[in-house]
């Protein structure tokens, strides 16, 4: 399959554009309105992309309705013409639904091949088989942690993201529940000495919830607070947001870290979009990252980023955060769960 942007001033003639290039037997992926930005957006002039695809070895010219008369690509976008015998339907059925959940273009290429692989040619136009068999691929790039266990001795875990993401309440989430309900000795440890409210805003959380804090000023400062804390069942540790652009705070984070045993979970907001997440994920990479947590699934109605993050970090989903309410507004990622949100929207 070639796939390949077309703009122009106006939809009809981004297809033509389409047309010219790929011939008749080509499909429309995905339309959608751009602006090519002249001073930072104002004053952008507005065009059209469309996403075509064809298939170079498409032997035949038949077409269908969609592809036939496809002036605005809406009629694809509604997924009218799933049952027609031909497999650029399936694909546009397919890409649709990831591409409706803002899903990154090459992560949807890659599901839609792989469902294809999978299916005879002659059953593509069976929207349920392929409904079943993205559901599979979905749930299989779904990496999700196992729930906490306290078996092995202390547990030792350290937030660590972009600012403003929600590490600080979840980690008074994740305190709450582990001390209050689960009945677990919490310690709770924060780096984040640039802003006095972070430290207060923490302290008020122990203070509620009765558990111990210590604020570490120094990056030596983190293996002594460690020491103090050898008794508890979980130790959590809140740090300061790192720009991915801010490479001085992200040295040093690492430095703070830097021989210590315990697992860091980067903290990603739902909201993010795809390129920045990307950037996110490979800015943190360098700290050794053990899991994510997804915050602000109330915030979006989109849950590709619930399939992109972890196919990208290679590295499960922990937790999901659904709101500001402590302790309530946590869950533990649970694969069946995350894989319905992402295909039911
Ligand atoms: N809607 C929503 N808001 C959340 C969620 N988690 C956190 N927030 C809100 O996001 C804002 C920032 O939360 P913090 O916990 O301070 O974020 P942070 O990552 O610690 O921020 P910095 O320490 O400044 O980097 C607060 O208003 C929180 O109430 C969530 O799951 N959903
Ligand atoms: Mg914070």
């Known amino acids: 399959m070639r796939i390949k942007k077309f703009r122009a001033q106006t939809l009809p003639e981004a297809v033509s554009m389409m047309k010219a290039e790929f011939g008749d037997d080509a ?31 498409a032997t035949t010219s038949k077409k269908t309705v969609t592809q036939a008369n496809q002036p605005s690509g809406v009629a694809s976008q509604q997924g009218q013409d799933w049952g027609v015998e031909d497999g650029s339907t399936a694909i546009q059925f397919l890409y649709q639904m990831l591409s409706k959940q803002e899903l990154s273009h090459d992560l949807a290429v890659k599901i839609v091949k792989a469902i294809l692989q999978q299916v005879p040619k002659q059953e593509w136009n069976e929207t349920s088989l392929l409904k079943m068999k993205l559901r599979t691929e979905i749930s299989n790039l779904i990496h999700v942690d196992e729930p906490w266990e306290f078996s092995g001795g202390r547990k030792v875990v350290a937030l660590v993201g972009p600012t403003g993401v929600g590490k600080t309440t979840t980690i008074a989430k994740l305190a709450a529940n ?33 558990v111990p804090i210590t604020v570490v000023y ?3 400062g983190l293996a002594s607070a460690l020491a103090a804390y050898a008794d508890m069942d979980l130790v959590l ?5 790192c720009s991915h652009h801010n490479q001085e705070r992200m040295s040093a984070l690492k430095a703070a870290f830097e021989e210590l045993i ?44 619930l399939v992109e993050a972890p196919s990208y970090a290679q590295v499960p989903i922990a937790f999901v955060t659904n709101g500001q309410s ?6 533990i990622a649970e694969n069946d769960q995350l894989t319905s949100m992402v295909l039911e929207g």
Do not use: C, W
Request: glycine letters at 6%; aromatic letters at 10%; charged letters at 25%.
């Open 237 to 241: 540790i809140d740090t300061y947001g």
């Open 326 to 331: 402590v302790p309530d507004d946590i869950e």
């Open 178 to 210: 582990y001390h209050l309900i689960a009945r677990k000795k919490v310690g709770l440890i924060t780096l984040d000495t640039y802003r006095i409210a972070a430290v207060e805003q923490l302290k008020k959380y122990a203070d509620i919830m009765n």
């Open 27 to 57: 499909i429309i992926l995905h339309t959608k309105i751009v602006k090519r930005s002249r001073f930072f957006g104002l004053f952008g002039k507005k065009q059209y992309e469309v996403l075509g695809a064809v298939d170079p070895n």
């Open 262 to 305: 315990m697992e860091k979970y980067l903290v990603i907001s739902a909201t993010t979009k795809s390129n920045d997440l990307m950037a996110i994920i490979d800015a943190f990479k360098d700290l050794g990252i053990d899991n994510l947590i997804i915050t602000k699934l109330d915030e979006t109605q989109t849950y590709g980023i």
């Open 218 to 220: 120094s990056s030596s």
